[in-house]
């Protein structure tokens, strides 16, 4: 059967596949549009299965919200020029727009959930890879929900934060987002910081306070000085807060008599090996250039 212009071009907005592959998947199927897919979708996992190995390193962080509920997720591509790709954004924000309505956080149920167009999120994840030529990957997804104010700030698609509060306003709680996109903490408050980090923590400032070959009661002294530094640098209260570095986090919280319940943090690659920019300070600066206006 002769295959038209009208069929190639029918195929690929149907499929967004290559004018090359659409029109060799419709001599395969020998005219058969239905066929011709068909085609392309196994060949699009083929595909799909070559690359996931591959490093996805990059990507972007999408959040969704309704109320007082909210999801992150993280989808991970191999290079930025993908990850800023309006097809890979429009995947992006379909599947956290799917893992909020269906309010799953396991990834592989999330791959599994279906989208607004009918298509599983697997389905779209191998199509969309077959089209853009990269590894895509479904990281993480994570959830927030609260009775009280829920805010959330985004840097550039590479950080996204998530803060719900008990009380304050939700000024305050997208100011407390910012102040967690730019300065990372572990945790809320100290009862937040793992046993094993604490330990770890103590032990090492105990072996460079004994260096300094001080008598022992100034050792604990040198030890409890810099293990509250410690905890106040990694817990959001003890930060300095990022619009105002002579104010605590925690005492700004106070005088709105608001308090963090809990916050999500994700940063694009965090913890993959791959080069990292530093994302959080390029919030700082945001934040820094902000205040001087």
């Given at each position: 059967m002769a295959i038209s212009a009208s069929m190639v071009k029918e195929l690929r907005e149907r499929t967004g596949a290559g004018m090359m592959e659409c029109k060799k998947a419709l001599v395969e199927a020998d005219g058969?549009?239905?066929?011709?897919?068909?085609?392309?979708?196994?060949?699009g996992q083929a595909q799909a299965d070559k690359k996931s190995g591959r490093?996805?390193?990059d990507g972007r962080i999408v959040i969704a919200s309704d109320g007082n509920r909210a999801v992150v997720v993280e989808v991970n591509?191999?290079?930025d020029f993908v990850a800023k790709d309006g097809?890979?954004?429009s995947f992006a924000e379909s599947v956290a727009?799917?893992?909020l309505a269906s309010g799953t956080t396991d990834v592989e149920a999330l791959a599994s959930e279906v989208l607004a167009d009918g298509r599983t999120v697997e389905a779209a994840r191998t199509e969309l890879i077959a089209k853009i030529g990269e590894n895509i990957a479904l990281r993480r997804v994570a959830a927030i929900a609260t009775?009280?104010?829920l805010a959330s700030y985004t840097h550039g698609g590479r950080i996204g934060v998530v803060v719900a509060l008990d009380r304050g306003d939700e000024t305050l709680a997208r100011d407390i987002a910012m102040h967690v996109a730019a300065s990372n903490p572990m945790c809320i408050d100290e009862n937040g910081v793992p046993a094993e980090t604490l330990k770890s923590e103590r032990r090492i400032l105990t072996e460079q306070a004994l260096a300094s070959g001080k008598p022992a009661e100034i050792v604990e002294k040198m030890v409890s000085g810099r293990l509250a530094k410690f905890l106040k640098d990694v817990t959001l209260v003890g930060q300095p807060f990022v619009k105002d570095p002579d104010m605590a986090v925690g005492k700004l919280l106070g005088s709105h008599g608001a308090r963090v319940t809990a916050f999500i943090r994700f940063e694009v690659g965090e913890g993959i090996e791959k080069r990292q920019?530093?994302?959080?300070?390029?919030?700082?600066?945001q934040v820094r250039a902000a205040n001087k206006d």
């Open positions: 058969d549009l239905e066929l011709a897919r068909e085609i392309l979708r196994k060949a490093v996805a390193a591509s191999e290079t097809n890979f954004v727009a799917a893992a009775e009280g104010v920019d530093n994302f959080a300070e390029e919030v700082m600066a």
